[in-house]
């Protein structure tokens, strides 16, 4: 069974504060994607890694893909509010499209 | 930029009717998905097309069906809706050739029923 398993599902963090949440899958894909979802809004691609060692950045948020360790982090630098949001991850070597972990709801207090 | 609408933001319908979902691509995407979202569960997936007339089983088809008659249409249909049902329901698409390519998602629909 594909499993891609997020930590932490939930998140408090400072404005300022550095942090990386952690993308965990059961395959040997190579390809993952970071999405962003607003509250009550749809998910909106922010990052796609296509091979081991892709690194992708923008703005505060960084993205990395180790495939050989079956793991991508994002990570958030100097956090502002604006960055508030639950992210997914989700890896594509399934048989019916992407499979998605179950999001890390970032809350980022002033 | 790819565009992926849904019929209705918010929808309220009474158990047992029969609700249709509507999503449209303008992308040309071969391929269509519809998930539903909810707290705690992430995102499972209901159906998909790779096709227009061709329709696959996702994790959770049960008490629901699918119609995709155009290649920018894709329909979800829930025969006789239940209480169970009320969730938000995501439609995306993707480029053909693989199911592996990134996905571009509507706006959802959220659905009670009561």
């Known amino acids: 069974e594909l499993k891609v398993e997020q930590n932490p599902l939930f998140l408090s963090m400072q404005e300022g504060k550095n942090y990386t949440i952690y993308c965990n899958y059961s395959?040997?894909?190579?390809?993952l994607y970071w999405y962003r979802q607003d509250p009550g809004k749809s998910l909106e691609s922010l990052f796609v890694?296509?091979?081991?060692?892709a690194v992708k950045q923008e703005g505060r948020l960084m993205a990395s893909l180790d495939t050989k360790a079956r793991l991508s982090t994002l990570h958030i630098t100097a956090a502002v509010h604006d960055l508030s949001a639950t992210y997914f991850c989700?890896?594509?070597?399934?048989?019916?499209?992407?499979?998605f972990g179950k999001g890390t709801h970032l809350i980022i207090q002033p | 930029d790819v565009k992926v609408t849904q019929s209705s933001r918010y929808l309220v319908k009474r158990t047992g009717e029969k609700v249709f979902l509507e999503c449209v691509q303008d992308?040309?995407?071969?391929?269509m998905f519809w998930y539903r979202q909810d707290p705690g569960l992430g995102l499972r997936l209901i159906y998909f097309?790779?096709?227009?007339?061709?329709?696959e089983k996702g994790d959770i088809p049960e008490g629901y069906s699918v119609s995709r008659e155009k290649k920018e249409r894709f329909s979800l249909i829930l025969e006789s809706a239940s209480t169970n049902q009320t969730s938000m329901y995501l439609c995306?698409?993707?480029?053909?050739?693989?199911?592996?390519?990134?996905?571009?998602f509507g706006p959802g629909t959220r659905l009670t029923v009561t």
């Open positions: 992308m040309d995407h071969e391929n």
């Open positions: 097309s790779y096709d227009v007339k061709m329709k």
């Open positions: 890694l296509l091979s081991n060692g």
């Open positions: 395959t040997t894909s190579d390809r």
């Open positions: 989700a890896e594509s070597s399934g048989a019916d499209g992407l499979t």
């Open positions: 995306a698409s993707s480029l053909g050739g693989a199911l592996r390519y990134e996905q571009y």
